[in-house]
């Protein structure tokens, strides 16, 4: 059900994103590219690892062992191409139907969601980051947000496409596509707002000015903003402005989700903790968010988890990396899924 519940969501997300911003193939068949691409990559390294493991085992016949090694994977290895496929298009489709928020429903949200963070940190938290972070901090922070986020938001698609563990596979990549689909449009169409940066530009009011004028504009945080600005309203790479719930934090929260869900406490945890922890005040820092915008993402992503745990059935025992022959039976043709 997980796999047919995702090709569905994918479809209709896509079909809807034509329906409210046009047909995109251009930027879908670059998408498809960039995958093909990274997918590529991913198996190349695969084979060389699996390897450089049958070679310290010392098998007598390596090249048998890793053909029939790569056939009991072949089942994992295909579907998780598919996910990681069907996550990039959702990507896509994610995009088209962000672009048309504010023409469906015009920014008026953005004063609620900073009369609460006003309310909980007693002034506005952008103010209260940029006290304690210098503005050569500040440069690290707008680099932080862009390269390591993008790295790591790579790595954790391929770990949840290729899991060893396929009720964790097929329930992660559901969450992810349907977290983007409900939470990064519906939701945020309901609560159509732009970010404190732009709060200036369509209300008219001067809340966040200062704001402006802490940031430098050579950060590449300013320039991006500006770009979203120029292109609203028009689907191109990147493109569409929409605040909450903040899906940059979304993202590290469901691999909070995920790595407690598969290892529960310890160092992976903390780490991803921590890294989440940096999103959400590099987030509030350069503008892009208020605090209450993650506080959103948190509320999206717990039902969707359980529902997509629901669908993806019963939970089965934890493996981890691939299931090499035994040196002493001969190698099983048998997929271990």
């Given at each position: ?17 034509m ?9 879908i ?44 994977e ?63 901090m ?50 945020a ?16 009011i ?25 292109h ?5 790479p ?89 040196p ?10």
């Amino acid at each position: 059900m997980p796999k047919t519940t995702l090709f569905l969501l994918v479809g209709v997300h896509l079909l809807i994103g034509m329906a409210l911003s046009g047909f995109d193939l251009g930027g879908i068949l670059i998408v498809l590219n960039i995958q093909a691409i990274l997918l590529s990559w991913f198996f190349v390294g695969l084979v060389v690892l699996m390897a450089i493991r049958i070679a310290i085992r010392k098998y007598s016949r390596p090249h048998i062992v890793l053909v029939r090694t790569l056939n009991m994977e072949r089942q994992r290895l295909f579907e998780g191409a598919i996910f990681f496929t069907l996550l990039a298009i959702t990507m896509q489709a994610y995009m088209l139907i962000k672009v048309a928020i504010p023409s469906l429903v015009p920014y008026y949200a953005d004063l609620y969601f900073a009369n609460i963070d006003h309310a909980i940190f007693g002034t506005d938290p952008w103010r209260i980051t940029h006290a304690l972070i210098s503005p050569a901090m500040t440069v690290w922070v707008d680099r932080f947000y862009l390269i390591p986020c993008l790295i790591v938001s790579t790595v954790m698609t391929f770990w949840v496409c290729f899991s060893k563990d396929a009720v964790f596979r097929r329930r992660a990549a559901l969450t992810i596509a349907l977290v983007w689909f409900l939470g990064g449009d519906w939701v945020a169409l309901v609560l159509s707002s732009a970010g404190p940066v732009y709060v200036e530009h369509f209300y008219g009011i001067a809340r966040f000015v200062p704001l402006h004028q802490a940031l430098s504009p050579d950060l590449t945080a300013v320039h991006v903003q500006q770009y979203l600005l120029d292109h609203l309203g028009r689907p191109s790479p990147g493109t569409g402005i929409s605040a909450s719930p903040s899906m940059h934090n979304a993202t590290y929260l469901m691999l909070v989700t995920f790595i407690y869900h598969k290892y529960g406490m310890g160092w992976r945890l903390a780490a991803a903790t921590l890294f989440e922890a940096l999103v959400f005040i590099s987030s509030i820092h350069l503008g892009w968010h208020y605090a209450s915008d993650t506080i959103m993402s948190i509320i999206v992503i717990i039902p969707i988890w359980r529902f997509a745990g629901y669908l993806a059935g019963a939970k089965i025992p934890l493996t981890k990396g691939f299931a090499f022959p035994s040196p002493s039976k001969p190698p099983s043709l048998q997929p271990q899924i």
